[in-house]
Structures are given as structure tokens and as C-alpha cells.
């Protein structure tokens, strides 16, 4: 079935530092893909998403590129601040309304 | 702006008791879902309802019913609370059909039951 590997966490990095957590996926065709974050305290919201192979889906520095060969879609993102520290999700979505969620990678970041 | 409202931010329940879990959107979507978020096991699908009245299993459903008698609002039950349902619910709503846009969440109910 389809199913969504992310790195585990916590990831602490200091400010100012580049940021890669790494996301696969198992899916057959072409699944539509997604990162959600969760700050402190509330639910998830849409980053970005991607819905076929090459797009790049960003929003607010973050960057992700879905890679049809490597069944990837990593999220990275080139100077991180103390606000971005929350939980990533990586999901996909494919042929029914489920959202399949990976799960979750927990982000530090240091002044 | 598009709300997602889960009735309780915190609940503490004793085994046993029947707990009901309320969310309520108030954007007209058809679609509904309920969450469980556990450390390490991330997010897992409890039950969804595509309309009034409809509802599907999701991966998780044992120990669980749900209730969609008005569109807006949408119950997650547990009949006989137990420790191991001790966790974080997350509600969610989408239009219909709408597979590739985003998901809303509410806040979240963490449920502890002692």
C-alpha cells in the first residue's frame, strides 16, 4: 500500500543553518505530495505541495521538489530562524480523499 | 476566515467513561476526518465521513464510533474510554472532491484517561 518514510527528529540545528529533512514515499502512479507543519500548541497547516513529477512546491523559504525517480520529496530550506521550530509532516494523497502521513520530524531551532 | 473548532483543548476522563470529541467547521465542506497523533507514530486515520449521515473506517477504528448528523459538525466517541486511547485528536475538513488541495485542522484535544 502507499506509505510515507520521513527522518526521524529531533533535528536541532542553530540559526542561520541550512535545513534538509529527508522525505520518501511508496505509492503507485503519481501521487500528489505535501508538507504540513504544526507549531506549538496547534494543528497542522499546508507548507507546500507538489502534484506531479519536477514540480517544486515553496512557500515561505522552504522548498520542495517531488522526484519521481528517487520517490522523493525532501524539504529544505537555506537559512532557518528560531520560528521555524515545529513538526514537519510529509503526506501524500492519491485516487481517494485519504491523506496518507509520515511520521513527523520534530525541528529545533538555536539562537 | 476558514475555521476548524474542536470543542476542548484538554479532557481528562476516567476507563470506562463514554467520551464524545466535537469538532464543527464552518466552511460547508463534505468532508471530514478525525486524527489520532501519537510520538513516533505521527498521524493516524481514526474515521472520515464524505457527507451527512456517511462515514468510513480509517486505519484505526477499533475502540471508536463517530456521528455526522449535521454537515458542520462532525463527533469522534469513545464508547468505553481506555489508557491506551490516551493521545492527541486532530480534526480535519475538505471540500469534496478536492483530493489535491489542503487539508484545515482544528487545534487539537488532548485526551488523557486515568
Known amino acids: 500500500g502507499n506509505s510515507v518514510t520521513q527522518m526521524e527528529g529531533p533535528v536541532t540545528l542553530s540559526e542561520e543553518a541550512f535545513l534538509t529533512i529527508n522525505c520518501t514515499y511508496t505509492?503507485?502512479?503519481?501521487?500528489?505530495l505535501f508538507w504540513y507543519v504544526q507549531y506549538p500548541g496547534e494543528g497542522l497547516q499546508l507548507l507546500l505541495k507538489?502534484?506531479?513529477?519536477?514540480d517544486k512546491g515553496s512557500n515561505k523559504g522552504f522548498e520542495a521538489t517531488y522526484r519521481k525517480e528517487t520517490t522523493s520529496f525532501h524539504l529544505e530550506k537555506g537559512s532557518v530562524q528560531v520560528s521555524d521550530s515545529a513538526v514537519y509532516f510529509c503526506?501524500?494523497?492519491?485516487?481517494?480523499?485519504?491523506?496518507?502521513f509520515g511520521k513527523g520530524t520534530r525541528l529545533h531551532i538555536l539562537p | 476566515d476558514v475555521k476548524v473548532t474542536q470543542s476542548s483543548r484538554y479532557l481528562v476522563k476516567r476507563t470506562g467513561e463514554k467520551v464524545f470529541l466535537e469538532c464543527v467547521q464552518d466552511?460547508?465542506?463534505?468532508?471530514m476526518f478525525w486524527y489520532r497523533q501519537d510520538p513516533g507514530l505521527g498521524l493516524r486515520l481514526i474515521y472520515f465521513?464524505?457527507?451527512?449521515?456517511?462515514?468510513e473506517k480509517g486505519d484505526i477504528p477499533e475502540g471508536y464510533s463517530v456521528s455526522r448528523e449535521k454537515k458542520e459538525r462532525f463527533s469522534l466517541i469513545l464508547e468505553s474510554a481506555s489508557t491506551n486511547q490516551t493521545s492527541m485528536y486532530l480534526c480535519?475538513?475538505?471540500?469534496?472532491?478536492?483530493?489535491?488541495?489542503?487539508?484545515?485542522f482544528g487545534s487539537g484535544t488532548q485526551l488523557s484517561v486515568l
Open positions: 505509492a503507485t502512479g503519481y501521487p500528489s
Open positions: 507538489a502534484t506531479k513529477a519536477d
Open positions: 503526506a501524500l494523497t492519491h485516487r481517494d480523499d485519504k491523506i496518507i
Open positions: 465521513s464524505y457527507d451527512v449521515k456517511m462515514k
Open positions: 466552511m460547508d465542506h463534505e468532508n
Open positions: 480535519a475538513s475538505r471540500p469534496q472532491g478536492q483530493v489535491l488541495e489542503k487539508l484545515f
